[in-house]
């Protein structure tokens, strides 16, 4: 399996989250560094954990509003590293208390403008903000790989633009296992599997054998185990479709991950 967004520098000092992982059959992390003290830690992870662990750097909507952009240049340098395989995660969130959207606009941008310079993929969270995402995917993103990170446009017709963008990739969290969350799995059964991927964005979401507790990517499988019973495919099935997507977009094979086991 391949867990396509976690947060590994949250872990506790200690905590052998990629261990346990890798126990559990998760031989690929992509881990997300938010801000240039996060990508430095997560890069610091990485670096310890090189068969396993890839990187995001980015800047997170939550503090896009208060982002000097003067200070981009030095995430833009970090993410030149060659662990460093999406940019983000970037977007727009309305839920929260974190600015408005034109105050989280430039950030994005810059993002965009970064993932295309880099040729990465770019991360995209979305909360609140679906019709303004896509409005701004479509201005400033129609050429990069998107990654619809924790997949939030559930709605049939927001569907259906997801749909319209080849170029656009599922990404699937715990929330996905909530009895609530009928409106994520109708969606995810329109996806094709070569577009569909599958996250913890540990510590956050932990899917429901979990629910309440710290999440961490060895927990990744409960979410997948969902999105196989949505499609009407076996654990297999999903499991290998789900690790295509990851390696293909990511353009990277994780040790253990081997061409027979996506075959």
């Keep these: 399996m391949i867990d396509s967004h976690t947060h590994l520098d949250s872990a506790a000092p200690g905590d052998d ?26 890069l610091e992870i990485a670096r310890a954990n090189p068969d396993h662990v890839r990187v995001a750097a980015g800047v997170h909507p939550l503090s896009a509003a208060k982002f000097d952009v003067a200070d981009f240049p030095e995430i833009a340098e970090l993410a030149r590293d060659p662990l460093v395989v999406a940019i983000g995660e970037t977007g727009f969130d309305q839920y929260h208390d974190a600015g408005t959207l034109e ?27 679906e019709e303004h995402t896509i409005r701004a995917l479509d201005e400033f993103a129609a050429d990069l790989t998107v990654i619809l990170h924790c997949f939030a446009l559930a709605q049939p017709e927001h569907v259906d633009t997801v749909l319209d963008h080849a ?3 599922c990404s699937f969290a715990g929330n996905l296992t909530y009895p609530s969350a009928q409106s994520l799995r109708d969606a995810a059964a329109r996806i094709p599997l070569d577009r569909l991927m599958v996250e913890t964005d540990a510590p956050y979401l932990s899917p429901k054998p979990y629910r309440g507790k710290p999440n961490e990517p ?14 009407g495919l076996t654990f297999e099935q ?26």
């Design 17 to 42: 989250w990629v261990g346990r992982a890798v126990t559990s059959g998760v031989q690929g992390m992509v881990s997300i560094g938010c801000g240039a003290e996060s990508i430095r830690a997560t």
């Design 103 to 129: 105050q989280q606009m430039p950030a994005f941008e810059l993002q965009c403008a970064l993932a295309r310079e880099l040729d990465l993929p770019l991360v995209i969270h979305s909360r609140a903000a």
């Design 167 to 169: 170029n656009w990739i």
């Design 218 to 231: 060895a927990y990744v499988q409960h979410t997948l185990q969902v999105l196989a019973d949505t499609l």
């Design 238 to 263: 999903a499991r290998t479709g789900t690790v295509a997507t990851a390696r293909r977009v990511f353009d990277w094979t994780p040790t253990g991950v081997t061409s027979a086991v996506v075959a």
